[in-house]
T-cell receptor
Framework: NAGVTQTPKFQVLKTGQSMTLQCAQD?????MYWYRQDPGMGLRLIYY???????DKGEVPNGYNVSRLNKREFSLRLESAAPSQTSVYFC?????????????FGNGTRLTVT | EDQVTQSPEALRLQEGESSSLNCSYT??????LFWYRQDPGKGPEFLFT???AGEEKEKERLKATLTKKESFLHITAPKPEDSATYLC???????????FGTGTQLKVEL
C-alpha cells in the first residue's frame, strides 16, 4: 500500500519556468491538500480539494494553480516560478475534510528556484 | 489569528532520559489537536488526535495529553529511533483549517 505518492522528489527551476507537481493517493480518500514547508515556519496550506470536482484556496495560494484530476490525483502547477517559491511541497489526503480526519502526507518535493 | 507555538525548538536527550515537548495554542474553537512525527526527508506521519481537555493517548514510549491551552508529548525512556521532529497542529474546522507549529527537533543519543 503506497499511501500518498509525490513526483518528482527534487526539482530545480529557473525563474519564470513552469512545472507541475504530481500527487496520487491509493487510500480512497475524499479530500486532498497541498502544503509548503519552509524553515522556521509551520506547514502552510496552499490549496485543498474537499472532494472530487472541488478546489479551494488555502492560506498561501498566490502563484499556484491546482487540478483535481480524479479522486486519486491532485496536481499543483507553478506557472511562472519565483525564488520565493523555493520550498518543500507536501501533498496530503484525508478520508474526509472533517475535523476528526487526520492527514496522511507524501514524502515531499524539494523545489529550488534560482 | 490562530497561533500554535512549540517548545523547545530543539531537544537533545540521552537514551532513557524522559522529557516532555510542549505545544501551546491560541485558536478560536479547537476541534482537535494533532501530533505528527517527521523524519528527515520524509513527510509528517500521524501519531495522535486529542479532542478534549484531560484526554490522554499513548503509543509505545509516547503519551500525549491535552489541556485547554496546551498539549504535551511525553517521551518515556526514549531510544535513538525516537529522534525526529515532532509537529503539533490545532484543528479549528477540518483539514483546511489546521494551524501547524514549527516543530521540536528531538535527538536521542546513546
Amino acid at each position: 500500500n503506497a499511501g500518498v505518492t509525490q513526483t518528482p522528489k527534487f526539482q530545480v527551476l529557473k525563474t519564470g519556468q513552469s512545472m507541475t507537481l504530481q500527487c496520487a493517493q491509493d487510500m480512497n480518500h475524499n479530500s486532498m491538500y497541498w502544503y509548503r514547508q519552509d524553515p522556521g515556519m509551520g506547514l502552510r496550506l496552499i490549496y485543498y480539494s474537499a472532494s472530487e470536482g472541488t478546489t479551494d484556496k488555502g492560506e498561501v495560494p498566490n502563484g499556484y494553480n491546482v487540478s483535481r484530476l480524479n479522486k486519486r490525483e491532485f496536481s499543483l502547477r507553478l506557472e511562472s516560478a519565483a525564488p520565493s517559491q523555493t520550498s518543500v511541497y507536501f501533498c496530503a489526503s484525508s478520508v474526509t475534510g472533517g475535523f476528526n480526519s487526520p492527514l496522511h502526507f507524501g514524502n515531499g518535493t524539494r523545489l529550488t528556484v534560482t | 489569528e490562530d497561533q500554535v507555538t512549540q517548545s523547545p525548538e530543539a531537544l537533545r536527550l540521552q537514551e532513557g532520559e524522559s522529557s516532555s515537548l510542549n505545544c501551546s495554542y491560541t485558536v478560536s474553537g479547537l476541534r482537535g489537536l494533532f501530533w505528527y512525527r517527521q523524519d528527515p526527508g520524509k513527510g509528517p506521519e500521524f501519531l495522535f488526535t486529542l479532542y478534549s481537555a484531560g484526554e490522554e493517548k499513548e503509543k509505545e514510549r509516547l503519551k500525549a495529553t491535552l489541556t485547554k491551552k496546551e498539549s504535551f508529548l511525553h517521551i518515556t525512556a526514549p531510544k535513538p529511533e525516537d529522534s525526529a521532529t515532532y509537529l503539533c497542529a490545532a484543528d479549528t474546522g477540518g483539514g483546511n483549517k489546521l494551524t501547524f507549529g514549527t516543530g521540536t527537533q528531538l535527538k536521542v543519543e546513546l
